[in-house]
């Protein structure tokens, strides 16, 4: 969950943290530049998770949301250089998170914890997913759901609904 953030134990029924020791200290410093950027957006609004920090900006006026994007990413860029931050950008927000969380990592201790032999499926439907594709055996079957130009699975859906009903096969 959240990028690889959270791992879900199913024998003990319980999420975990990847990693335990982080800090979030970078925070204090990266949401006063997103109040600004909120302040000149009217509509734009910061959404705070336990590991990021994001302007999304859904619901502004789109010519000047592109504007501000620009501008945001140009900032955001020259202060995470460097540092154990990166920029994402994603449908309609960018993002700064750790860069030592992603869901191709929480993937490969997934897998190197568990041992799991046979099957194995990964869907998804964003480009934070391509990392956990890339980082993905071989024999994983990954599906990207609403194709997208390119990605890094092998096979394309064009909705959650036809996972669900390539699911249902396999019970």
């Given amino acids: 969950a959240e990028h690889g953030l959270w791992i ?37 609004f910061i959404e705070e998770k336990p590991h990021s920090l994001s302007w999304d900006y859904k619901k502004c006026d789109p010519a000047q949301a592109e504007i501000r994007l620009k501008e945001l990413m140009t900032n955001l860029l020259s202060i995470v250089a460097g540092s154990h931050l990166e920029v994402i950008r994603g449908e309609k927000l960018i993002g700064v998170k750790l860069n030592s969380i992603s869901k191709g990592k929480a993937a490969l201790r997934i897998l190197e914890k568990e041992k799991i032999a046979g099957f194995l499926m990964a869907a998804g439907d964003d480009w934070t997913d391509e990392e956990m594709f890339a980082s993905l055996p071989e024999k994983c079957l990954s599906i990207k759901v609403r194709h997208a130009e390119s990605s890094r699975a092998k096979y394309f859906t064009r909705s959650q609904k036809e996972v669900i009903a390539l699911l249902r096969r396999f019970v």
Avoid: C, Q
Avoid at 12 to 20: G, S
Avoid at 24 to 39: G, S
């Fill in 8 to 44: 879900y134990d199913h024998k003990a029924r319980k999420w975990y943290p990847f990693d335990r020791n982080v800090s979030m200290e970078w925070k204090k410093h990266i949401r006063p530049i997103l109040e600004t950027f909120v302040d000149r957006t009217p509509g734009s």
